[in-house]
């Protein structure tokens, strides 16, 4: 009689438990914001939406043969702070001409809108400026 009850008591503990423990664990998980977006040469022309302490990278092939260099990035510093920037040469062993690799960290501070522009010329002229990303960036 007694290992009956116990029987018992376990089958209504596992009918009552079980529907709140399956609600609980079967719920879909939300992104968390310190997830971080990354975005390469093929996010370019696209629009990049974040909520306000969003972060997201930005990661560039450098080609910095034919002289030329990153340009400073241009977007809305009210809206986006710029917390890092790397770059990383070419491979010591690499042939001529092998690429580098730039990256921008940006986290979003304030609501609203701004293109983030990057860009590429030679320091010693005006002409050639080659545009290596242009994004539109919205922060809720």
């Known amino acids: 009689m007694l290992f009956l009850k116990m029987k018992l008591a376990q089958i209504v503990m596992a009918l009552l438990f079980s529907p709140a423990f399956l609600a ?3 719920c879909p998980k939300t992104m968390s914001q310190s997830q971080t977006v990354n975005l390469t040469e ?12 969003g972060e997201f990278t930005l990661t560039l092939r450098n080609n910095t043969d034919g002289g030329y260099r990153m340009d400073k990035e241009q977007y809305d510093t009210t809206i986006l ?12 062993n690499s042939g001529l001409g092998a690429p580098g ?15 983030l522009k990057i860009t590429a010329s030679r320091p010693w002229t005006k002409i050639g400026i080659n545009t290596m990303f242009q994004n539109t960036v919205i922060v809720k």
Request: charge should be positive; glycine fraction near 8%; hydrophobic fraction near 35%.
């Open 24 to 26: 609980i664990n079967g």
């Open 42 to 53: 093929k996010d370019s022309g696209k629009t990049l939406t974040l909520s306000k302490d």
């Open 81 to 92: 702070r710029l917390e890092k920037h790397i770059e990383i040469p070419p491979p010591a």
């Open 101 to 115: 690799q730039v990256t921008w960290q940006f986290v979003a501070i304030k609501n609203g809108a701004t293109k």
